[in-house]
């Protein structure tokens, strides 16, 4: 039986020729080994992780304020924690939290209290993520901010382990950690509770449970190829947990924002297209017909049937209660058990419509909304939090800040290695370059219809879903100008590798230097108004 794919390769490192007596066997070409020290495997990405948690953790509750899109999040998580759905606050609830005051419920007779429940626009498990926080430190700026540095700490892990995965090098896996450990936006988000962070880890999550996936199904094959009875359209590979996690996982980012559905679709097409190229590679004679029988029916159900069920779970609270918004409680259990489903099905179903009517329609100006287009430029960062002190910090004007901004060295450094990726895939189709580029396509390229059809109201922080990617790009570009380990005849390593190195290496100390002369506008450091002015790159765009 032939194989027919052709071979799997680090970046620079040509093709085998399946021919020849020195071609890969079918378990290298098709699962190629992991590095050798699985200990430094994970040593090595949970030391980067850890120095990116302890720069999100560090002084967490400052400033002691509740910062932009705070003043939603954290209240409706409270609300979830209580009441298990988001309840009306009174005025100035921000004021009474920050003073200690915690009685900041509308009040409502018992027999109208579903004019208390809240018309939100977002599904819920985002705001019970913060509302652990909240459980477990108190409803102050940390206990609010817990979850979202918790999260952008594992991301860090994730994207560290899944280019370790993806290049077969724990180094560069710690590189591609690094990255996104000195991202400002991702650090950022990191200590603000907003949803988008929420949204980010689990597509990032879903993502690596893909490619785990991919690893674990070739590696099935494989063992059927060796041992097993051939046949024209290869085995079934039976329960497949990386999938389902996969489908767990992007039922959560659905569940944080809706725009998680542009993942679920993009990746459970790309999941299937790698079973073709799985059962193609192993030479099967019908790898498509084995595919769509044996591989799409398996999938159906887990981005059907699992997601569904597990994104309907998170509604919970709203189906148990009587004073969510359109509950509709007190009809729904006047006619018995059937008809409190169908009912309560009905009640969901509309609120959901009203949600999106919302969103199509969300148009109102403000000062900080950006194009999709100006995203990777970062022509329009959010101030999420400005304060001016006079005589304050050695001079007489300061500032205290806090911009929500990508690290310009990592974010016009990923524009080139996005291009180099595409040049890259158009040449050789090699997996990786594409399943990175479909990634940051699918968290870029929608907003564009929607600022062309709805005009609607956008802000940089809607492209975190990308920023793993595009630290992705970077790794992958860092790999190819690296090249492979071969040594010379006289044991030295090639010239080519020692340069890349140099070149990868001073990209990494660049990326620093640039998050450290931020650092003061990410975190509301007490600075001269000077310093702080001196920071924006685009002076009139980024203040």
């Not at 994104?311 to 969510?324: L, S, V």
């Not at 900080?368 to 400005?386: C, G, H, I, K």
């Not at 001016?388 to 080139?416: H, M, Y």
Request: charged content about 15%.
């Amino acid at each position: 039986m032939a194989v027919t794919d052709f071979a799997y390769h680090a970046f620079g490192e040509p093709k085998a020729d399946e021919s020849s007596p020195r071609a890969r066997s079918v378990r290298e070409r098709m699962v190629p080994p992991m590095p050798s020290n699985p200990l430094w495997g994970w040593l090595g990405p949970l030391l980067v992780a850890a120095f990116g948690g302890i720069l999100r953790f560090i002084d967490l509750a400052h400033p002691r304020a509740v910062v932009f899109d705070e003043t939603y999040y954290a209240k409706d998580a409270y609300s979830l924690i209580t009441w298990m759905v988001e309840r009306v606050t009174i005025k100035d609830a921000d004021k009474a939290i920050l003073a200690g005051n915690l009685d900041i419920w509308q009040k409502c007779a018992p027999d109208q209290l579903d004019k208390c429940a809240s018309y939100v626009v977002h599904p819920p498990l985002g705001k019970w993520m913060i509302g652990v926080g909240e459980w477990m430190f108190g409803m102050n700026p940390f206990g609010w901010r817990f979850a979202a540095a918790v999260v952008g700490t594992l991301s860090i892990l994730i994207v560290a382990r899944v280019a370790r995965r993806m290049t077969r090098s724990t180094v560069l896996g710690c590189f591609a950690g690094l990255l996104l450990a000195l991202d400002g936006l991702h650090f950022v988000l990191s200590r603000t509770a907003l949803l988008d962070i929420f949204l980010m880890f689990w597509v990032l999550a879903g993502f690596a449970c893909l490619v785990a996936d991919r690893d674990w199904a070739r590696r099935r094959l494989v063992e059927w190829y060796e041992t097993g009875p051939l046949s024209p359209e290869g085995p079934s590979l039976g329960l497949r947990p990386w999938r389902i996690g996969a489908a767990l996982c992007l039922a959560a980012a659905c569940s944080v924002k809706w725009s998680g559905i542009f993942f679920l679709a993009a990746f459970a097409v790309m999941s299937v297209m790698w079973d073709f190229g799985a059962r193609r590679a192993v030479g099967l004679r019908r790898p498509y017909a084995g595919a769509l029988a044996k591989d799409v029916p398996p999938a159906v159900a887990a981005y059907g049937v699992v997601w569904f069920v597990a994104y309907m779970a998170t509604w919970t609270g709203w189906f148990a209660t009587a004073t969510g918004y359109g509950r509709n409680w007190a009809q729904a259990t006047s006619s018995g058990p059937f008809y409190f489903v169908f009912d309560s099905m009905r009640s969901w179903v509309k609120y959901q419509w009203q949600v999106f009517t919302f969103h199509s329609g969300l148009e109102t100006s403000h000062p900080y909304m950006s194009e999709p287009w100006q995203w990777p430029l970062l022509l329009r960062p959010v101030a999420f939090f400005y304060e001016g002190k006079q005589n304050a910090c050695g001079a007489r004007d300061c500032s205290e800040a806090v911009l929500g901004v990508g690290t310009p060295v990592i974010w016009f450094g990923s524009l080139l290695a996005l291009v180099a990726l595409i040049a890259w895939y158009v040449a050789s189709r090699d997996w990786r370059a594409g399943a990175v580029l479909l990634s940051y396509a699918v968290g870029w390229l929608p907003w564009f219809y929607f600022a062309i059809t709805d005009n609607r109201t956008m802000f940089l922080f809607y492209a975190i879903p990308m920023v793993p990617f595009m630290v992705l790009a970077i790794t992958l570009c860092a790999g190819w100008l690296i090249g492979p380990a071969r040594r010379t005849e006289g044991g030295a390593l090639p010239m080519r590798r020692t340069i890349g190195a140099a070149v990868v290496g001073a990209f990494a100390l660049l990326a620093l230097i640039n998050f450290w002369w931020l650092y003061p506008i990410l975190t509301a450091e007490l600075i001269p108004y000077t310093e702080w002015k001196a920071r924006m790159l685009f002076d009139k765009r980024w203040i």
